[in-house]
Nanobody, 115 residues
Framework: QVQLVESGGGLVQTGGSLRLSCAAS????????MGWYRQAPGKQRELVAT???????DYADSVKGRFTISRDNAKNTLYLQMSSLKPEDTAVYYC?????????WGQGTQVTVSS
């Protein structure tokens, strides 16, 4: 079992920055890929970024150059540094962790970007 708890969401103006954190607990040694998804009102959940245990990263085209995903395996924490935020980044952001073929999800944190 893995538990994931996100924090760091909030309200920010266009062009601003936020850093999301995701604290992992439980069978953390078994987590391989971690990542962030987001879901805006009325839209499907979409991939934002992923990072493997070996720190290989992947990003959605919409956030490349603006968002940076990182993880601290010693602290069992995943991060998402978001810069140059746009109103279309407004969504609930979910942390995920993959153990073998099973995906664990956090409860989500709201990010709102005002225009």
């Amino acid at each position: 079992q893995v538990q994931l708890v996100e924090s760091g969401g909030g309200l920010v103006q266009t062009g601003g920055s936020l850093r999301l954190s995701c604290a992992a607990s439980g069978s953390i040694f078994s987590i391989n890929t971690m990542g962030w998804y987001r879901q805006a009102p009325g839209k499907q959940r979409e991939l934002v970024a992923t990072i493997t245990r070996d720190f290989i990263t992947d990003y959605a085209d919409s956030v490349k150059g603006r968002f940076t995903i990182s993880r601290d395996n010693a602290k069992n924490t995943l991060y998402l540094q978001m810069s140059s935020l746009k109103p279309e980044d407004t969504a609930v952001y979910y942390c995920l962790g993959v153990v073998n073929s099973y995906t664990y999800w956090g409860q989500g944190t709201q990010v709102t970007v005002s225009s």
